[in-house]
């Protein structure tokens, strides 16, 4: 079901602040940066190997990644483990009782699908990611 991580995910004050770390002090490169209006949220996308970095700033200070740096403060957020088909892979998981945020996929940066499951179950917040074909 699962194919690798997809991206480990940030939740930062400042994307800026955090490429002098990445880009510069790290050597990494910057794939790009994108607005998710509708889940109030920045995100650079930052390539290491098979997997990413994924940063993610508040655009609005009641949005979610707001929320999260003000209860647990700046940090992990979430893992991203890519599937080939995240419709099956909900319904799979549905059927086997694992508690979801999202029962329907929805958009993710970089054209993907997404969806979150609940972190009563997995401890820490687990997205799965359906490339774009
Ligand atoms: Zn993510």
Do not use: C, W
Request: proline letters at 5%; glycine letters at 6%; charged letters at 30%.
């Amino acid at each position: 079901m699962i194919i690798k991580v997809s991206h480990i995910g940030i939740a930062v004050n400042s994307i800026d602040a955090m490429l002098k770390l990445y880009i510069e002090a790290l050597g990494l490169k910057l794939a790009g940066t994108e607005v998710l209006a509708d889940q109030k949220v920045k995100t650079a996308i930052i390539p290491v190997g098979e997997s990413k970095i994924e940063l993610l700033e508040s655009t609005d200070p009641e949005g979610p990644i707001a929320k999260f740096i003000e209860k647990k403060g700046e940090g992990l957020h979430h893992i991203a483990l890519e599937v080939p088909d995240i419709r099956a892979a909900l319904a799979e998981l549905k059927k086997k009782n694992i508690p979801l945020i999202d029962i329907e996929p929805r958009r993710g940066v970089e054209n993907t699908t997404i969806a979150f499951l609940h972190p009563k179950e997995s401890k820490i917040l687990l997205e799965l990611v359906e490339a774009k074909k």
